[in-house]
């Protein structure tokens, strides 16, 4: 298993998880904290805790991700080359194009037999 397939498994991992947090979350204060305490008490270790929590981690999350995708970035480009069946099977089938024979290269030089005056 490659470098770059590690960094690509993390970075699903890493994607779905993000969804998993953002979408428990609600844009307008509810949401996974109103249901663990009242509308407007504070709980200890309740409502805030939970809000700050999500935040918290969902930009870490987002942080992650982006870190993979460059550290993998890093990872493609030290392999050398590109693992495309693709554009393999491209190379493969194209014909090869006759090469046509290059034309004699003529020079200014005046070669008249004739006009030899020296």
């Known amino acids: 298993m490659s470098t770059f397939t590690i960094f690509l498994a993390l970075i699903v991992v890493v994607a779905f998880l993000l969804i998993v947090v953002i979408m428990v979350q ?39 991700m982006l870190v993979l995708i460059l550290v993998s970035n ?16 491209i190379n493969t089938q194209q014909p090869s194009v006759p090469v046509a024979p290059a034309a ?12 030899d005056s020296n």
Do not use: C
């Not at 844009?27 to 918290?56: E, M």
């Not at 004699?104 to 006009?115: F, G, M, R, S, Y």
């Open 26 to 64: 609600n844009p307008k204060g509810g949401g996974l904290s109103s249901s663990f305490g009242g509308g407007g008490t504070q709980q200890l270790g309740g409502v805030k805790k939970t809000t700050d929590f999500l935040d918290k981690s969902t930009w870490t999350l987002a942080t992650i």
């Open 104 to 115: 004699p290269v003529q020079t200014n030089e005046n070669t008249d037999p004739q006009n």
């Open 74 to 89: 890093v990872a493609i480009n030290k392999s050398g080359t590109a693992e495309s069946k693709a554009i393999d099977q």
